[in-house]
């Protein structure tokens, strides 16, 4: 892939589909969706708004952090607090399915009512080719895929731009080099768009978004030197007999993953130190009262897919 000429390609494509009209960009903080939003505003400058959804469902300081990302490239941006919104979409919702649906028509909805106030005709967004690929094969819903299933956009009240749809991860962390990009952005870890409501198996509540949250934060504090893929925690519906201050408890159980892949279409589980594994388990335990055990996953993709839902 000729990187330098791929950007220009889409830089003069974006400039001619766009024209003098405004564009809102969702932008979540991934190397993906920032990738594409600062591609979009190298085409077009001042006419973008990149817009970041605070859905209650992100890992710990990714709000703040997006919200700074975004100042720092000097791009325009616009905060939206749903977070009462997807967990109201979310509730009661068990299958993993059910889920990513509930999650995507409550997204574009609100991607719509911003679209409507800032009298824009496109949203961007940072799909790519694997979400399209992983949708259209009926392996799982992915929340920024609309056209390629036969969802008409303009449903919602707008057209998309999707620069990236093309590419896979790697050859998206390829172009955030080229534009400049910190490695804070160009190298970050994959996150879901459902974010930890895909982490959560059974039903999503704000109790159990804190668990998982605090959790994740462990795994990847602990696994961060690892030079994995994706590592991250998962908090289960069943429960489990512990022991906890000398008494019998029944708690939560958490498993980790931890996955090398280059595109996210296949992966191996990590044969992560036992240590490092100790060291998760007893901070997890430790630190977080209602969990009483912590599994490690070590299954391929496939049989399995990345995340467990």
Same mark, same amino acid.
């Given at each position: ?58 890992? /710990?300081?990714?709000?703040? &952090?997006?919200? %700074?990302?975004? #100042?720092? @490239? *000097?791009?325009? =941006?616009?905060?939206?607090?749903? +977070? ?13 399915? /059910?889920?990513?649906?509930? &999650?995507?028509? %409550?997204?574009? #909805?609100? @991607? *719509?009512?911003? =679209?409507?106030?800032?009298?824009? +005709? ?27 299933? *036969? ?159």
């Amino acid at each position: 892939m000729n990187v330098r000429r791929f950007i220009e390609k889409s830089l003069k494509e974006i400039k001619e589909i766009v024209y003098e009209n405004k564009v809102i960009s969702a932008c979540s903080g991934g190397v993906d969706s920032t990738t594409a939003t600062f591609l979009v505003h190298k085409a077009i400058g001042e006419n973008l708004i990149a817009v970041f959804i605070d859905d209650g469902l992100r890992r /710990e300081g990714e709000p703040e &952090f997006v919200v %700074k990302t975004l #100042k720092d @490239l *000097g791009i325009k =941006a616009r905060f939206v607090d749903a +977070k009462e919104e997807f967990l109201e979409a979310l509730k009661g919702k068990i299958d993993a399915e /059910e889920k990513r649906k509930a &999650f995507r028509d %409550k997204f574009y #909805k609100i @991607l *719509g009512k911003v =679209a409507k106030e800032e009298k824009v +005709k496109f949203i961007a967004q940072g799909t790519i080719k694997a979400d399209i690929v992983e949708t259209v094969k009926g392996i799982k819903t992915q929340h920024n895929v609309l056209e390629q299933i *036969g969802i008409n956009p303009e449903t919602y009240g707008y057209s998309i731009l999707e620069p990236l749809k093309e590419l896979y991860k790697p050859e998206v962390r390829m172009v955030a080099r080229e534009l400049g990009l910190s490695a804070d952005i160009s190298e970050r870890m994959p996150f879901p768009g459902p974010a930890l409501s895909i982490r959560i198996l059974g039903e999503v509540t704000s109790d159990k978004v804190a668990i998982v949250r605090k959790a994740t934060e462990i795994v990847e504090e602990e696994t961060k030197n690892l030079g994995t893929f994706q590592n991250f925690a998962v908090l289960h519906n069943d429960k489990a007999t512990g022991i906890k201050n000398g008494k019998r408890v029944y708690g939560n159980i958490i498993t980790v993953r931890v996955v090398v892949s280059e595109d996210a279409v296949t992966a191996k589980a990590k044969q992560v130190p036992y240590e490092i594994l100790e060291k998760v388990s007893e901070r997890i335990t430790n630190e977080m009262s209602s969990v009483v055990r912590c599994l490690y996953d070590i299954t391929h993709k496939p049989p399995a897919t990345i995340e467990f839902e």
